[in-house]
C-alpha cells in the first residue's frame, strides 16, 4: 500500500509522500474507510487506491491551471510559490476522506480533526514554523471544502473538491456493483468507461468523459457538476460527456458543463 505521483522535483512534496507512506497509522485509517465504504455501506471504493487516483488528478489539476497564469492562493496570500501550493493539494487529496474510518456521516468533519494532528507531525522535518501552520491550516480547508455544501475559498481547495469528484471511472464501481449493490450511485459510475484530463482551448483544463449509456449522466451532472459548480474553478474547467452507444446517440450524443 504506497501512493505514488510524479513529484517534478518538488522536493517537500515527494518528502510528504515519503512520510506518509511510511506511517502505519494513515495506512490504517484508509483501510477501515475502505471497510466502512464498500463492505458495510456498498459504496464506491474510498480505499488508498482512492486515495492515489485523486491525488494524481488533483496534481494534474492544479499544475495544468497554473501553467495558463491560474494563480495558487498560496502565492496570492502568503508569496508562496506553486511548489508549495502542490504540497498543499496533495495533502488535501491524501487527508480528504480519512473521517470515513469513522462514519460516512459528516466524514469531512472528522476528517479535520484526524488529520489536524497528523499532517503536522508529518510535516516536521519538512517544514519549520510558521510556514508549517499555514500549509496544515490550508489542507484542512481543502478538507472542509471538499464536502457537497463546502465552500472552498482557495484554488488549491477548489483542486481538491473537483479531483476528489473525477474519481469516476467504471472500475471504481465494479466491487459494489457486482457484489450486488445496484443503486444509482453504482449504475451511473458504471457507465464511465474513462475520464481524461488535458489542456483546454478556450479554459484551462478540459474534462472529457466517454459513457456507455446516459445513467451516467447522472454521475456527471448530479456529482461531478455539483462539485465543479461550487469550486471556484468554474470558468478555467470545461467537462465533454459523450455517450458512445449505438441505441442512445440520438438521444442525447454529448452533455455539457
Same mark, same amino acid.
Given at each position: 500500500?504506497?501512493?505514488?505521483?510524479?513529484?517534478?522535483?518538488?522536493?517537500?512534496?515527494?518528502?510528504?509522500?515519503? /512520510?506518509?507512506? +511510511?506511517?502505519?497509522? @494513515?495506512?490504517?485509517?484508509?483501510?477501515?474507510?475502505? %471497510?466502512?465504504?464498500?463492505?458495510?455501506?456498498?459504496?464506491?471504493?474510498?480505499?488508498? @487506491?482512492?486515495?492515489? *487516483?485523486?491525488?494524481?488528478?488533483?496534481?494534474?489539476?492544479?499544475?495544468?491551471?497554473?501553467?495558463?497564469?491560474? #494563480?495558487?492562493?498560496?502565492?496570492?496570500?502568503?508569496?508562496?510559490?506553486?511548489?508549495?501550493?502542490? =504540497?498543499?493539494?496533495?495533502?488535501?487529496?491524501?487527508?480528504?476522506?480519512?473521517?470515513?474510518?469513522?462514519?460516512?456521516?459528516?466524514?469531512?468533519?472528522?476528517?479535520?480533526?484526524? #488529520?489536524?494532528?497528523?499532517?503536522?507531525?508529518?510535516?516536521?522535518?519538512?517544514?519549520? &514554523?510558521?510556514?508549517? #501552520?499555514?500549509?496544515?491550516?490550508?489542507?484542512?480547508? /481543502? $478538507?472542509?471544502?471538499?464536502?457537497?455544501?463546502?465552500?472552498?475559498?482557495? !484554488?488549491?481547495?477548489?483542486?481538491?473538491? !473537483?479531483?476528489?469528484?473525477? +474519481?469516476?471511472?467504471?472500475?471504481?464501481?465494479? =466491487?459494489?456493483?457486482?457484489?450486488?449493490?445496484?443503486?444509482?450511485?453504482?449504475?451511473?459510475?458504471?457507465? $464511465?468507461?474513462? =475520464?481524461?484530463? %488535458?489542456?483546454?482551448? +478556450?479554459?484551462? %483544463?478540459?474534462?472529457?468523459?466517454?459513457?456507455?449509456?446516459?445513467?451516467?449522466?447522472?454521475? @456527471?451532472? &448530479?456529482?461531478?457538476? #455539483?462539485?465543479?459548480?461550487?469550486?471556484?474553478?468554474?470558468?478555467?474547467? &470545461? %467537462?465533454?460527456?459523450? *455517450?458512445?452507444?449505438?441505441?442512445?446517440?440520438?438521444?442525447?450524443?454529448?452533455?455539457? $458543463?
Amino acid at each position: 500500500m504506497r501512493v505514488r505521483a510524479p513529484t517534478r522535483g518538488n522536493r517537500r512534496l515527494e518528502q510528504l509522500l515519503a /512520510a506518509v507512506n +511510511d506511517d502505519l497509522q @494513515v495506512k490504517a485509517w484508509w483501510h477501515v474507510s475502505a %471497510v466502512n465504504a464498500t463492505r458495510r455501506l456498498g459504496m464506491s471504493d474510498h480505499s488508498w @487506491v482512492h486515495i492515489q *487516483i485523486v491525488l494524481n488528478i488533483g496534481l494534474r489539476l492544479g499544475r495544468l491551471l497554473f501553467r495558463r497564469g491560474v #494563480t495558487p492562493s498560496m502565492t496570492v496570500d502568503y508569496g508562496m510559490s506553486e511548489r508549495h501550493a502542490e =504540497v498543499v493539494i496533495a495533502a488535501g487529496c491524501l487527508f480528504h476522506c480519512v473521517g470515513m474510518s469513522i462514519d460516512r456521516e459528516d466524514h469531512e468533519r472528522f476528517s479535520l480533526f484526524l #488529520t489536524a494532528d497528523k499532517l503536522g507531525e508529518l510535516l516536521a522535518g519538512i517544514y519549520e &514554523e510558521p510556514e508549517r #501552520t499555514i500549509i496544515v491550516s490550508e489542507t484542512l480547508h /481543502a $478538507i472542509n471544502g471538499h464536502r457537497r455544501k463546502g465552500a472552498p475559498r482557495t !484554488v488549491e481547495a477548489g483542486i481538491v473538491r !473537483v479531483a476528489d469528484a473525477l +474519481d469516476m471511472a467504471r472500475g471504481r464501481s465494479r =466491487v459494489p456493483f457486482e457484489a450486488g449493490h445496484q443503486n444509482i450511485h453504482s449504475l451511473s459510475a458504471y457507465a $464511465i468507461e474513462e =475520464v481524461k484530463i %488535458v489542456p483546454g482551448r +478556450d479554459r484551462a %483544463v478540459r474534462v472529457e468523459i466517454a459513457m456507455s449509456n446516459s445513467a451516467g449522466i447522472f454521475q @456527471v451532472d &448530479e456529482l461531478l457538476a #455539483t462539485k465543479l459548480r461550487g469550486s471556484g474553478l468554474e470558468q478555467h474547467i &470545461e %467537462v465533454i460527456a459523450r *455517450i458512445d452507444a449505438e441505441h442512445e446517440q440520438r438521444l442525447i450524443p454529448v452533455f455539457r $458543463i
